[in-house]
């Protein structure tokens, strides 16, 4: 079989299908026969039971490494197990309804999850998510699966097959020798497709319904260049894609005689690739792509791979060690972009109907301060390590830089008081990913020492189509010109207030994007590594004046009055 999905991570992968379960399970009605009825209550209530010991087992393992604070959790999730509406309530399913138990369960279990739900108040609808956490267990035990441990069987070269996959699940794939992955969900821009790129990870989504299609074991050959998938391949198309996979990394390997090469045009201009960093250990690629220093280190992903808020200890000796070791080059720290898609289970995130647009990143940072400003201590702390400076995501308006600026100085006040060392003159900047923000530039440009444009959450907001959306992928189109116009006039009015402009988002990684950028006057290009040589080779072929005349044709002016001082809403339940 060949299917055509969206190539997210290049690379050619040939291995064995391995079906993540924990994505790939429905439950079915079945109907069962009067003398059915005790023993699936039996089935029903020994899965309690097993349950039972498994959370035993497990509190006991977090209490010795992680305290009582953290098992109690489990605790809670044992008592949950002796509810009368859990229990009695599926068996009276069973019962009345004459149906399996899986399905009895699963009504009893969204029957209770959804009135957490409707509760208004953070805290129950937390205990939502504990619950269906808990509801997967016992389903597991129902069904005589063990879910917890989906990454188990993993053979070398296996190729994942998912609904979807975290970012967490995505480190897991490196320590796991994890060949490919195709999943059902998720775009070009989603997080667990940069990190796909990250770790150099062959991937291709957005093919529906594939987890049902395949089973463990089937040979399996991802193209995550064109996006094709094939299944059970016969020996010339395995030839083929073995020279396929030869081609593609001879041509890796003469793009990187570019990596000592200046980054310039022909006419003499001169450009900053830099790279996109999800975790520290990315720093020997990033230097290995030729970049000059880090444009984004997605700081988040320090708290979505551990399962407790890292201290500032923690945090300001791996900050420190990127800033070291990427000097003399810059490194842009992100402060915590958590949300959407971007989950940590130490920092609670409540259950939103639109999470894109609600408490997300630095929204987010504002209702848990203490988390926010350890961070902030420990960048500063380590701003005297190297060339370090500190970027604020998804800001949408003026009073919220004027808020973290407050914060900085309290800290630095702080330091000061503690002659704890700090670089008084760290670079502060943001990200330009909400459409109010881009339209303000010109009052936020005169807050910072410089921009980042995040074009993937600016395109998916100036577009109303979420970026990591199958059904609305095709409106979720870079190329549209009311994102490219409004880069154009956020660079413009940038300049005209002598801030300089990087750009962060996947765009700045897509070659057809490159002459027009340069065009723009943008002034650095953050990317995944991989990406690094592939631009400069386009910037070495193109010629700025030409790539000016090319911008300016092909984009229409946005044209608008200086904006009035208007500083935006402020979050009243904050002070
Ligand atoms: C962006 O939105 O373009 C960006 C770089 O941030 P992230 O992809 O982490 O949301
Ligand atoms: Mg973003």
Redesign the pocket.
Known sequence: MIYKGVPVSPGIALGKVHVLERYAHKVYRRSILTSEIKSEIARFRKAISETGKDLIEIEEKVHKALGSKKSGIFKGHRFFLEDKILVSGTEDIIRSQMTNAEFAFSMTLSKITSQFLKIKNDYLKERARDISELGGRIMAHLSQRTDETPWDKMRENSIIVAGNITPADTTNMKANLVAAFVTEVGGR?S?TA?LARALEIPAVTGLKDITMQLTDGQGIIVDGISGIVITDPDEETVTNYKREKKKYWDEQHSLQKLVELPTITKDGKTFHLLA?IEIPEEIQTALAYGAEGVG?Y?SEYLFINSSSVPTEEEQYLKYKLVAEKMLPYPVIIRTI?LGADKLADSVDIPDEPNPTMGLRSIRLCFRVPEIFKNQLRALLRASVSGNLKIMI?MITNVSEIIKVKTILEEIKRDLKEKNIPYDGNVQFGV?I?VPSAALMVDLIAAEVDFISI?????AQYILAADRSNENVRYIYEPMNSAVLRLIKYVIKTAHEHKTPVAM???MASDPAFTKLFIGMGLDEFSMSAISIPKIKKIIRMVNYEEACQFANKMVGELSLTPAVENIGAEDKTLS
């Open positions: 821009t997080h940069i996109n984004l997605r972009d995501p990200m990913e995040g074009t993937n959450d600016l962060c988002g996947e």
